[in-house]
């Protein structure tokens, strides 16, 4: 039977075959976090060649005690019916899980309809919750993983003390290019700054690591 959690909006459903293909994979192992990596591809090929990078720098984790659930959330490059509709853009995205499924701990998981950020992660989350990953992280198709990242979330969530961590961050292009500090757009560096002064939720809440 799938494993369900009940939301306010809707009900978010894992096959009992995700989770024994992540716990399967985990070899017993412990796992520090599970990578929720939603994907909503509605910029055409692009899309896929940010997830490449953004999958690469998770299968160079200097930790490899985690799980990678990928959420294809059904965009419009996925869509035979849309204008945006790729084909083979499905075949191409199996083709890169494949890949990396000799890397690292991944799994694939396909709502079958459009079901939202929020509740992409929480299919994560869930499948977090029922394989007995510690933790959960956050980290979107276009974003990269620094390689020491779950190294450090491993090290810091020791203390029983510490519930959320969080960093900041560097800005890459369309083009995964760096930006220099010059040239980042200024709502981009509005958001860098509020993290660095206050942390995502106020005033002495966060301790440096």
Excluded at 9 to 25: P, R
Excluded at 57 to 78: E, M, W, Y
Aim: hydrophobic share 40%; net charge negative; aromatic share 6%.
């Amino acid at each position: 039977m799938p494993s369900s959690l009940l939301t306010e909006t809707s009900e978010i459903f894992l096959d009992s075959a995700i989770s024994n293909k992540i716990l399967s994979n985990a070899k017993d192992v412990q796992l520090e976090t599970i990578f929720a990596v939603p994907l909503f591809s509605d910029r055409g090929e692009i899309d896929l060649v940010h997830l490449n990078e953004c999958l690469e720098s998770l299968a160079a984790q200097t930790d490899d005690r985690f799980a990678v659930v990928l959420i294809n959330d059904n965009g419009p490059c996925f869509d035979p019916l849309s204008d945006k509709y790729i084909p083979g853009h499905k075949r191409a995205l199996n083709q890169m899980i494949a890949k990396f499924e000799s890397q690292m701990n991944i799994v694939g998981v396909t709502p079958d309809r459009n079901v939202g950020l929020g509740h992409a992660r929480n299919i994560a989350i869930l499948a977090a919750e029922v394989v007995g990953s510690k933790t959960v992280s956050l980290l979107d198709h276009d974003d990269r993983a620094d390689p020491r990242r779950v190294e450090v979330i491993a090290r810091e969530f020791q203390d029983p003390t510490v519930g959320v961590i969080y960093s900041n961050c560097r800005v890459i292009g369309q083009e995964s290019e760096a930006v220099e500090p010059k040239d980042i757009d200024p709502d981009i560096q509005l958001f860098i700054d509020l993290l660095t002064e206050f942390g995502p939720t106020g005033f002495d809440m966060w301790k440096p690591i």
